[in-house]
Every structure is written in C-alpha cells, then in structure tokens.
C-alpha cells in the first residue's frame, strides 16, 4: 500500500466519522439500544443492560463497510 492510498482511506475515514457524528448528534440513532432483543433488568438501586440486538447489527454493519473497504483498496 502506498502513500496515495493511505491518504485516500484516511480521508474517506474522517469524512465516515464526520456523517457518523452528525448522524448522532441530530438524533438520528436514538433507537439504537432500545432495540428487541436488548435486555434491559432494574430492580431497586442495580441496572443491567445488554444490548444484544444492537450489538449484533453493529457488528454486521461494520463487517459489511470493511468488506467493501477492502475491495476497494
């Protein structure tokens, strides 16, 4: 890999974090945790969340981005 390919994804990534940013900023994502499958327990003083759900589409969200990343470059 040489220099004008890592400039490229290194600008490709800031401009990923800055519509990411903006996303959540406006609220865009404020579904994400309160999603099915996210277990949520709260009794008393103790609270547990895990967001399973989220999580897993998370991780297929990423998958997906860093394949077609990797075809790319």
Do not use: C, Y
């Not at 890999?1 to 600008?11: A, D, K, R, T, V």
């Not at 099915?36 to 998958?63: K, Q, Y």
């Amino acid at each position: 890999m040489n220099n004008h390919q890592i400039g490229l994804m290194i600008i490709f990534l800031g401009v990923l974090l800055i519509l990411g940013g903006a996303l959540i900023w406006t609220g865009a994502f404020s579904w994400f945790g309160r999603l099915p499958g996210d277990i949520r327990i709260e009794s008393g003083n103790v609270s547990i969340f895990i967001p399973f759900t989220s999580m897993i589409l998370l991780s297929l969200a990423l998958s997906l981005l860093l394949g077609a990343i990797n075809k790319l470059f």
